[in-house]
C-alpha cells in the first residue's frame, strides 16, 4: 500500500489552520518529511517543503512562549531541531543552526552572526550546489570568515565523504 504523503501534509496543514498550535501535528511533520524522502529519494518535495514546515513551527514556538506554555515550547522546539536535522546534508544554512541548536547562547557562534554571515552561507550554498565555480569571501575582519569556512569544510565532507 502506498502512502500519499502530499495528501497527509495538506490534512495537517488544514488542522494547523484550526490550532496553528497542534503540537502533534507540528512534531508530525517532521516526522512526515523524514518518511516521506525515506520512501521516495528522488522527490524534491519533502526538501521545498522544510522552510514552510519550519516556519510553522517558529510561529508556534514564538506563540507558546509567550503564552508561557513552556512544557509545550519545548516540544515544539524539538519539532525544529528534527526539521533542521533532516534538511542539514542539503541545505547548509540549516546544518549551521542544527549544529549549534542546543548550544549555550554565549558559545554559539552562528546564530548571533546569522544576520551578517546569511548571505555568505547563501553563496556558499550556490557553490555546493554547483551554480558557482568559485567563491571570493570579501569581509570585515573578525566577522567569522574562518569559522564559517571550516563548518562549510565539514558539511561538505559529511555530505560526500568521498571528498576527503
Not at 497527509?8 to 494547523?16: A, D, E, G, I, T
Not at 558557482?132 to 569571501?137: C, G, H, V, W
Request: glycine residues 4%.
Amino acid at each position: 500500500m502506498s502512502v500519499n504523503f502530499e495528501e497527509l501534509y495538506n490534512k495537517m496543514l488544514f488542522v494547523l489552520k484550526k490550532d496553528p498550535v497542534a503540537v502533534d501535528v507540528l512534531n508530525d511533520m517532521s516526522d512526515l518529511l523524514v518518511n516521506w524522502r525515506n520512501a521516495q529519494p528522488v522527490n524534491p518535495k519533502p526538501l521545498e517543503l522544510v522552510e514552510q514546515v519550519l516556519g510553522l513551527q517558529g510561529s508556534a514556538l514564538k506563540r507558546l512562549t509567550e503564552h508561557q506554555d513552556f512544557k509545550k515550547a519545548d516540544r515544539v522546539k524539538k519539532s525544529i531541531y528534527k526539521t533542521l536535522k533532516f534538511s542539514a546534508p542539503y541545505n547548509f544554512d540549516h546544518y549551521m543552526q542544527a549544529i549549534e541548536f542546543d548550544r549555550p547562547a554565549e558559545e554559539r557562534f552562528y546564530i548571533p552572526r546569522r544576520k551578517v554571515l546569511l548571505q555568505a552561507v547563501q553563496n556558499m550554498q550556490r557553490l555546493a550546489d554547483g551554480e558557482l565555480d568559485e567563491l571570493f569571501l570579501s569581509m570585515p575582519p573578525r566577522c567569522g570568515k574562518t569559522s564559517l569556512c571550516t563548518f562549510f569544510y565539514t558539511w561538505i565532507l559529511g555530505r560526500d565523504s568521498e571528498l576527503s
